[in-house]
């Protein structure tokens, strides 16, 4: 009985042992103060360029960021200067058409903090896509997306892969009828060794610098189920470095701030006095030819 008894006592104590506390700590440092955020993106052949500015939030805040309404913005292309004005809430815009080669600066004055200014970036040139064919396992009904496109050697390139999918009926493609098809369980391969990529869901970013040869071939687990009755696309991008790399460090910041073992990750910005991006794209559509074959 006695033992029966501190059998009995040995697992409540355990049970105690491994029950979570939990308990409410009141913050008591000092809250920090905004900064300007400015996020920018110019995009090749396009004729609109919109620059959003808004006020950063501390961490225990909740709710939309704050607008900048207030602000004199300019976008410097080429050396000549180009005032952008606001439209509505934080946005202001200007009308020009952006071309590969492009040199592009963005300056922005706040008044009560100054003038942000961003570093130079280069809009890129469009990438030229030769073929984009999906094999489809009828069995499994798995697709593998192949896409060719050639690479400037000449320079170092960085690339934005989404896929999309829109009925077959669908005569004009709009924000509303058509959904971007998440790349998980990514295995990009680029002729038949694997490089690093990062993976955000719906976008795949990765960069040339393993790349030996001008065509390229890129194999990609895009989907699990795919609808033959659909159609799809691929949008390839040549992006920016600055894109890309405040891409990658948003990817890391998301995958480590719920884990209190992971470094503090602080994600890119190209911006000068502030926080943001200004950053640059040229994109190609091509619609995906589906292969249906039949293996396990």
């Keep these: 009985m006695n033992k029966r008894f501190l059998h009995i006592a040995l697992a409540v104590s355990a049970l105690l042992l491994m029950c979570s506390c ?25 004729t609109l360029c919109n620059v959003q500015i808004t006020n950063s939030m501390f961490f225990l805040r909740h709710g939309t960021f704050p607008f ?4 004199g913005v300019t976008l410097h292309c080429n050396g000549t200067d180009y005032p952008l004005a ?6 202001y815009t200007m009308h020009r058409i952006f071309y590969a080669g492009d040199e592009i600066s963005l300056s922005a004055t706040i008044p009560n903090h100054g003038t942000l200014v961003s570093q130079t970036v280069v809009v890129p040139s469009q ?5 984009a064919v999906a094999e489809h396992n009828v069995e499994t009904g798995n697709a593998f997306l192949t896409l060719t496109f050639c690479d400037n050697r000449a320079q170092r390139n960085y690339y934005r ?9 669908t005569s004009a493609i709009t924000s509303e009828n058509y959904e971007y098809i998440s790349c998980y369980d990514t295995r990009t391969v680029v002729m038949d060794a694997d490089f690093p990529s990062v993976n955000l869901g719906t976008d795949l970013l990765f960069s040339d610098i393993h790349f030996s040869t001008d065509t390229c071939k890129l194999k990609i687990d895009f989907l ?16 920016s ?9 948003l990817n ?21 006095g502030g926080l943001g991006i200004l950053a640059a794209k040229a994109e190609v559509t091509r619609k995906i030819t589906i292969v249906p074959v039949s293996r396990r």
């Design 68 to 71: 900048v309404t207030d602000a």
């Design 161 to 169: 892969i989404l896929v999309y999918h829109t009925a077959a009926d």
């Design 127 to 131: 990438p030229i896509v030769v073929d």
């Design 224 to 239: 699990s189920s795919l609808q033959l009755e659909n159609n799809y696309y691929v949008v390839f991008q040549n992006i």
């Design 86 to 91: 606001l439209v509505h809430d934080s946005v």
């Design 22 to 46: 939990v308990k409410e700590v009141e913050f008591t440092g000092e809250e920090t103060s905004p900064q300007p955020v400015v996020n920018a993106l110019v995009a090749e052949g396009d």
């Design 241 to 249: 470095e600055s894109m890309y790399k405040y891409g990658s460090t």
């Design 252 to 272: 890391s910041y998301y995958e480590s701030r719920n884990s209190p073992f992971s470094e503090p990750v602080q994600v890119f910005t190209n911006i000068d």
